[in-house]
Structure formats: structure tokens, C-alpha cells
């Protein structure tokens, strides 16, 4: 701490040469932070005093083994509300990482985005877009991409207008405890490989907790587990940026599995999502260019196991005209859809005697909990409720073991 | 682009603007470059690559200037590039990636503006290059803003921005960076105010740690692709074989004809494919290259690439706002409805490419990506 408080006397000194205008934009703790930040060791804890900050331009840190902390999330806060550059408010590229107890508002771009790393943990941050959600908020709030071994637990994401809590392109997760409302996707899990969602709460999102894959990236997903959440009245209007893949996301969907494999959802409480609980779908649904994906990449949900969950309401105002008109004309004016929809789209290179073999089927042991298939790939031709074809059960995942200095925050 | 190397003059007349150059330093009487490998220099000065004394910037003995066949677009400043080398030791040719520079190399990167008003008000155009003859260059009429100082030490490359003062005789290390508001006239008359930005040290990696798996400080401009032109400095020379010549690199260039070359992005004898591909490669893909800091959207701008991994009929993974609600990085024929164009034209940090270095938008390189995409053919279906 010594070594950074010289430094800083030092640049005092010289900014006096300065013309006054330059001075008063970065004579304040984001020089402050931002040295310390560059000046950091690995081991060092870069604790941040309870007070609002304000920052105009985005901070990094590059040097792996740090801890930064906070004094709670509702009394350390960094605001960006006047940031004119960067894309994030805070940007880590280092492993051995550990965030907690504060928060990061209104950043023009995403709010704390961590990528490349390896043993991540990111406890009890708040991320928040504090003028409610818009579309001009910045995209996700807490954002680690292409990490390995990664904890993020007892979060709070408000406002995104893309995914509050989204982890992208990484490997061995678990993402327990947090909050995530008022976003356009609550919860979003991305070609992440072993990953474990659970005592989480997603409300008053568009999309609750989302399990995705997309095309065109280095690696895909599988092997995710959501369960034990609280998954509740997401049905707030998609406020998404047009073009992004959430945007097309329905409001009032519950769980929504998008072209990923080995997906078990079971143990939740998912209710009151006006157009379905859960949607079990191919990209072939989310309107992507086929001449836009990368040729090996797998468009089918496959080997997905839900069961166990208990569902309440749902399904009886959908927020897409094919699904309402389907409705309507399956279950009558004042009907629902079933719990679970299933979009139809199956591997034909799959088939063996036109049968999906056991392994990648969609599996439901869920009591009366029933499935639609709506037979997407043939224009809603010839949707039904067909729960027969889902009687069957898949292995089990084990349980995501964290691994390394992680360990011993296994429960 | 004309290559005019091995031409019938021969060999000798390369020397002579060398020689020109040491003759214009020595008369300046200032101590030599160093690399101060154990600290931090808090004043530009300290490196000695070059003196500002009455107006006038003076190349210190040994210090190389180059500039590249298509530059990084920074909010229109010029710059000036140096490179210098302990007793002039060679770097290493590489025909694809940097040039391996030996220890203690110092490299540096001066960014500057004509100013718009007689007195300085922060009001600042663009229009010609401006740069070094003979060693120097006359100040008058242009203001400098900060230089950046790319030093290879044992571990690796250490980045370091210098901001310069008021009255434009010394520049100080800012490792927090700064922003400087700005007001920006365009030749048309258009003015613009806007944030300049001075990268902290910690962001100059968010461009030059290019390899995200290795996150070392590397190397951007010193490529033979970007090097490979007629010298700006040594008319008409070909700047990488005067390199050679001069013995600032050393290794099998092979046949000239052969290496690598960039167009000239503003060159309209150039085709638009060439041109419109030097451009990303020099502003997108130190990020965008299939092991860089933005391989996580799956985009690639390298010279190489091609199909959705290029853009076309790409949709966004994680754009948020920088979708700009249109579908597709490229959508082939159509700049408007083409995410690349809009990342170009927004001044919105939060959607805006590139992340860093940028804050008004490159007009005549918004300009040209939309030619390029306007003339391809097909559709996303």
C-alpha cells in the first residue's frame, strides 16, 4: 500500500502543469484505483471503503492472484453513470480472482466482465442499472467468459438488457444463491461445459434462467443442472437490443434450454410464466441464418431430463403470435399450454428407423406436468400434447465439484 | 503500390538519408537513447529517443522512424512512430508475426494533432501527414498530445503513456491514463467535441496482449505486412528492404516479391477487397483473431478469414447494444444492415468498436468497410 501512495503523491505533483479541465476529469479515487489496479501483486487485497465512486472510464486489472473487496453491496459502490469510455466497468483478464461485497451501477456497456481466467469466485456483487430496465442499459451485468473453475454465489443482477448473470464459453461452474430480476434473461448459461445452477431466484425477467448454445464459437455446452430454483413471473416485456439472440426470448418463459445437450432440470418451483414454463428448443426457433453457422455446429437440444419440479399457472397468454394462435385453438380461449414445450426439431442424421435413439431424447417424470411438441419444423402443422414420448428417464450428472483453492467452497 | 527497391541507383543511395539522419542528430548535442530496464522514467525526456527544443522534434542518433501501409484509425491524430535498438542490434524478420526485437528495444508512438485555432483551445483537424524529414519535424501549428513507450525487457514488453504538457516541452508518465476533452473540426467544417482517451497501462494490454491464451504484451505495427511500402522516410526506397539494409533486421526475408503486404487503405488504385481487409486487420484484429481477447464472439478479421467466422451472416453472441438491432455482422450487399458498419459509426462506449482509442467515428473508413460490403454478393436466406 505504501509503494501506491507514493505513486500517487508523485502524479499529484506533476498533473499541477496540467490545464485545470484535464486535472479535475481524473484527480479523484478512479486515479486512485486504477494505479492500484496496474500496481497489483499477486496476493494483494485491493479493499475498496464503503462510499459511491464515480468513474468516467472503464477499469482493468491483468495480474492474476487478487482479491478485491468491497464493504457490502449496498455501501461500496462503483457508478459509471458518467462513463464515456470503455465497454465495462470493470474488465479482468487474470486468474486466481476473487470479487465480493460491492456493487457496480449503470456502465455504458456490461458491468463487470471477466474473461480468460481460471478460479474465479464472485460473491455478493450487485450489478444494477439504477433507472429500471431499458434498452439502453448495458448488456449483462456480472459477465465471465471462457473461464475455468468459476463460483459465482449470493449475487444480485437488476436491469441488463441482455443477461444479468451470464456465463459464457467455460468450464465447471456453480452458480448458486443469486438474484437475478428485471433483466431480459435472468440466469444464462452459454456453451459452458458442467455447470451447476441452483437456490437461485430469477423474477420479473423476460427469460428466467436460459441453458444456450450458439453457433460459430470455440466450444459448445453440455452437462448443465438447474435445480432448486425459485423461477417465478417472468414476464416482463423483452427490452432487448433487436438483433441480439435474447431479444427473440418470449416474455413469460420460465427455463428455456436453446440447442444445448445433457440438461437436467428437476427440484425447481417454476411458475406463472405467461407463455411457458419451460421451452426446450433448436436455433432453428431463434431465426439464425443457416448460412451464418459454423458446419460442425449441433443445433439440436439433445439428452435434456426434466423432472421432480413444481410448476404452477403458466402458459395462457403466450407472447409470440404462432404460440397464442396455438393456444387458442389447442385449449380454447381460456386454455393454457402444457408446462413444458418442446419446438419438434430432431437430428434426421440421428434417426435410426425414424426413431430418436434413447440417449438424446427429451425426458419428462415430472406427474401430470405434460409436453407439447408444436411441431415447429413443419409451420405448427401438427402441434401435440404427446407425454408418451417423453416416458423415459436419463443417468443422472453427478454433482459440478469445484476444484483447486475452490474446493473447500463445495457444499 | 509501386515497389521500387533493387532499383538501377543501387544499393549506396539507400545510405545516404542514414546518413543524413546521424549528421542532423549529432548536431544536437543530446545524450543517447537508453531502455531503462529497471524503472519507469516519470518524464519522456528520460528515454532519449527524441528531443522537443524550439518547436522542433529531433530524432536522437540510432532512432528509426516508420509508419505503416494502413494505419490504426485514433480519432484522426497523427502520429510518429520510432523504433531504436541497443548499439542497433537487428531484430529477427518474421514473414506473419512482430519482428523479434532484442532486449532493451524501445519503440514509441507520438500522437498529435493540427491544431484548428492559432492559440491552443483544444480544438483540433485532421488532413496531410506530417512527419519527420531528415530527423525532424517542425512543431508549429500542431499540437502534441501523449506518447506511448513500448520497452522490451527481459520478461516481456512493458507498456507506458505520456502525456504531454501545456506549454509542450515535456511529457509525464500517466500509468492511470487521462481523458482529455477535445473539440474536433472536420475539413468540411463540422465540429465535434469529444473525449480523447489515454490508455492506463493496464489498457494498452487490452490491444497488444493480442494472444489471450499467453496475455504478453506484443508487438502490432512492426509486421512485415504493415512495414512492407515505399519508405515515407528514405523516397524511394522500400521501407523493410532499407531495414534490412541498414541491418535493423536480419533473418530470411526470401523473395521480396513474396512477402506479405497490406494495402494502402486510402489508396483507390488498390482493389476495395485489399483495401477494405488492410483496414480491419490493422484497427479489429488484434482482438478479433481466433486466439485474441475477442475470440469469444467468433469473429475473426484477420486477412485470412472468411464466411460466418468473417461476419457473414454471422449472428452477435454477447453485443448487446453493438448489435444495433440489425441480424448479422455482414449481411452480404447490405452495410446498413450489416453489425460491423454500426459498431464503426456509434460514438456509444457501450457499443462501439473498437472498445479503446476511439471516440468519433472514421468516416471515410466507415465509408469504405460500407463499399466493401455493398459490393459483395448473396444473402443470409
Known sequence: MRRFMIIAGALALTACGQDAETQTAYASYQETLAIELIDAEPGDVIEIPEGVYAFDRSLSLTVDGVTIKGAGMDKTVLSFKDQIAGAEGLLVTASDFTIEDLAIEDTKGDALKIAQAENIVIRRVRTEWTGGPKTSNGAYGIYPVQVKNLLMEENVAIGASDAGLYVGQSQNVVLRHNRAEKNVAGIEIENTFDADVYGNVATDNTGGILVFNMPNLKQPGARTRVFDNDVIDNNRGNFGHEGTPVATIPAGSGIVVNSNDQVEIFDNRIAGHRTVNIIISSVYSSGLSQKGMSEDFDPYPEGIYIYSNAFDGGGKNPDAVDLQALRIAMFGPLGALPDILWDGFVDPEKLEDGILPDALRLCVQNGDAKVINVDAPNEFNAPRVADGDHDCAHDKLPPVRLTGALEMFNE | ?381
Open chain 2, 1 to 381: 503500390m509501386p515497389r521500387s527497391t533493387r532499383d538501377e541507383r543501387g544499393w549506396f543511395h539507400q545510405f545516404i538519408p542514414f546518413i543524413a539522419l546521424l549528421l542532423a542528430a549529432c548536431s544536437a548535442e543530446q545524450p543517447g537513447p537508453t531502455d531503462r530496464p529497471d524503472e519507469n522514467p516519470q518524464y519522456l525526456s528520460d528515454w532519449n529517443m527524441f528531443a522537443v527544443e524550439d518547436g522542433v522534434l529531433t530524432l536522437s542518433e540510432g532512432v528509426t522512424p516508420y509508419d505503416l501501409a494502413t494505419p490504426l484509425f485514433s480519432d484522426y491524430a497523427l502520429k510518429l512512430r520510432t523504433v531504436w535498438t541497443p548499439g542497433g542490434a537487428p531484430a529477427r524478420y518474421d514473414p506473419d508475426d512482430a519482428f523479434g526485437f532484442p532486449v532493451g528495444t524501445v519503440v514509441t508512438k507520438t500522437f498529435f494533432y493540427p491544431m484548428a485555432t492559432q492559440e491552443w483551445t483544444g480544438a483540433v483537424t485532421y488532413g496531410a501527414e506530417h512527419t519527420v524529414e531528415n530527423g525532424a519535424m517542425a512543431l508549429d501549428g500542431y499540437r502534441l498530445i501523449e506518447t506511448r513507450v513500448l520497452v522490451r525487457r527481459e520478461g516481456g514488453w512493458t507498456a507506458l503513456p505520456y502525456v504531454w504538457n501545456d506549454d509542450q516541452s515535456q511529457a509525464t508518465l500517466k500509468r492511470a491514463g487521462a481523458i482529455m476533452p477535445l473539440t474536433l473540426f472536420r475539413p468540411d467544417g463540422r465540429g465535434e467535441d469529444f473525449a480523447y482517451l489515454v490508455p492506463d497501462a493496464n489498457q494498452c494490454a487490452a490491444c497488444h496482449a493480442s494472444d489471450a491464451r499467453t496475455k504478453k504484451i506484443k508487438l502490432l505495427g512492426l509486421k512485415a505486412r504493415h512495414l512492407n511500402k515505399a519508405s515515407t522516410f528514405d523516397p524511394p526506397f522500400n521501407q523493410l528492404e532499407g531495414w534490412m539494409a541498414s541491418g535493423l533486421i536480419e533473418g530470411d526475408i526470401g523473395d521480396a516479391a513474396l512477402i506479405p503486404q497490406n494495402a494502402d487503405w486510402s489508396d483507390e488504385t488498390a482493389s476495395l477487397e485489399a483495401r477494405a481487409r488492410a483496414y480491419l486487420d490493422v484497427n479489429c484484429s488484434h482482438c478479433h483473431n481466433p486466439n485474441g481477447p475477442a475470440d469469444t464472439s467468433g469473429l475473426d478479421l484477420e486477412p485470412g478469414a472468411s464466411g460466418p467466422a468473417m461476419g457473414a451472416c454471422k449472428s452477435p453472441i454477447a453485443a448487446g447494444s453493438g448489435a444495433g438491432g440489425r441480424r448479422y455482422g455482414i449481411a452480404p450487399g447490405a452495410p446498413d444492415q450489416s453489425i460491423l458498419v454500426f459498431r464503426m459509426e456509434t460514438d456509444d462506449p457501450g457499443a462501439m468498436m473498437p472498445e479503446l482509442g476511439r471516440a468519433v467515428a472514421h468516416e471515410e473508413g466507415v465509408a469504405l468497410i460500407a463499399a466493401w460490403i455493398a459490393a459483395m454478393k448473396g444473402d443470409c436466406g
